[in-house]
């Protein structure tokens, strides 16, 4: 009876499996939660993911959000997910600790955002067609440069290249 209760500590999550419906759902803690016979633990407990000031991270085959900023699920009650997809995950977006719904992967490591002093400039490539408000399309493979000073926010859309610092 022991090894069917949880305990869940604050900042941590868990992924149960439903065997009956083979359906993976999120529990996050504080919490004591009680496995049932027809369900078994797939991840956890886990820690969250707690992003400092100023630094991100990526995330892989991120979950699909809804107008409300709530997880989209299927009629069977699973959360969408956008498979072979990417997303960046930026420290003023995600102040408070987040946990990964099933089937979300953290790519890498948190990172620093990237800071462009003055007299310098940001090379970008486009990995894919894009388009930066109305005015501006970016397609495939084209280069740019973005003068400093700026902090870089990443985008799937784009690649950095290279700095390139102002020569006299």
Same mark, same amino acid.
């Given at each position: =009876?022991?090894?069917?209760?949880?305990?869940? /500590?604050?900042?941590?999550?868990?992924? @149960?499996?439903?065997?009956?419906?083979?359906?993976? &759902?999120?529990?996050?803690?504080? +919490?004591? #939660?009680?496995?049932?016979?027809?369900?078994?633990?797939?991840?956890?407990?886990?820690? =969250? *993911?707690?992003?400092?000031? &100023?630094?991100?991270?990526?995330?892989?085959?991120?979950?699909?959000?809804?107008?409300?900023?709530?997880? $989209?699920? !299927? /009629? #069977?009650?699973?959360?969408? !997910?956008?498979?072979?997809?990417?997303?960046?995950? *930026? +420290?003023?977006?995600? /102040?408070?600790?987040? /946990?990964?719904?099933?089937?979300?992967?953290?790519?890498?490591?948190?990172?620093?955002?990237?800071?462009?002093?003055?007299?310098? +400039?940001?090379?970008? *490539?486009?990995?894919?067609? #894009?388009?930066?408000?109305?005015?501006?399309?970016?397609?495939?493979?084209? $280069?740019?440069?973005?003068?400093?000073? #700026?902090?870089?926010?990443?985008?799937?859309?784009?690649? @950095? @290249?290279?700095? *390139?610092? +102002?020569?006299?």
């Amino acid at each position: =009876m022991a090894e069917n209760v949880i305990r869940i /500590p604050p900042n941590k999550y868990i992924h @149960v499996l439903d065997n009956n419906s083979n359906i993976t &759902r999120l529990e996050v803690g504080p +919490a004591t #939660f009680i496995r049932k016979e027809h369900e078994s633990i797939v991840e956890g407990p886990s820690a =969250m *993911i707690n992003l400092p000031p &100023r630094t991100y991270c990526l995330i892989g085959d991120p979950i699909v959000r809804g107008k409300d900023a709530k997880p $989209e699920l !299927t /009629p #069977f009650g699973q959360v969408k !997910t956008n498979q072979g997809e990417f997303e960046y995950r *930026i +420290a003023d977006d995600y /102040p408070d600790p987040f /946990p990964l719904f099933p089937g979300e992967k953290l790519i890498g490591k948190i990172e620093k955002l990237l800071v462009i002093q003055q007299n310098t +400039a940001l090379r970008l *490539i486009a990995a894919r067609d #894009f388009s930066e408000g109305e005015k501006t399309k970016r397609v495939a493979g084209s $280069e740019w440069q973005r003068k400093g000073p #700026f902090t870089y926010l990443p985008r799937i859309e784009e690649d @950095v @290249v290279s700095i *390139i610092k +102002a020569e006299v």
